[in-house]
């Protein structure tokens, strides 16, 4: 189970973009892809078959992991993940600080 999931807002604690929030929209392994994070130019030929024009595209790059933090919206500040097993075996995300569930 990942600490950090699709959908879930987060904060950036390291890089370019440091205190910057925004949403995950995919994880890629140790990588996730967070909108409006990360922006980069890509410079694109144009491919006529899938109907893409060239030119300079912005898009978001991925960025590591270890350089977000999940944001609490209670406290208002990026926090930890810790797991708590439930009785029937399910495994829970928590809030490290204050050990209430992650409503992801």
């Known amino acids: ?3 950090i999931r699709k959908g879930d807002q987060v904060i950036v604690t390291a890089g370019k973009d440091k205190g ?17 994070v990360n922006i980069v130019k890509r410079h694109t030929k144009p491919n006529p078959q899938a109907g893409q024009p060239g030119g300079v595209i912005e898009r978001e790059a991925p960025i ?4 977000v933090m999940l944001f609490n919206p209670a406290s208002g500040k990026g926090e930890r993940i810790g797991f708590k097993v439930l009785e029937d075996g399910r ?12 409503d992801a």
């Open 20 to 36: 910057k929030k925004g949403d995950v929209v995919r994880v890629l392994g140790d990588k996730v892809v967070v909108s409006n």
């Open 91 to 102: 495994k829970l995300r928590v809030f490290r600080s204050s050990g209430e569930a992650v």
């Open 1 to 3: 189970m990942n600490r």
């Open 64 to 67: 590591h992991i270890s350089n």
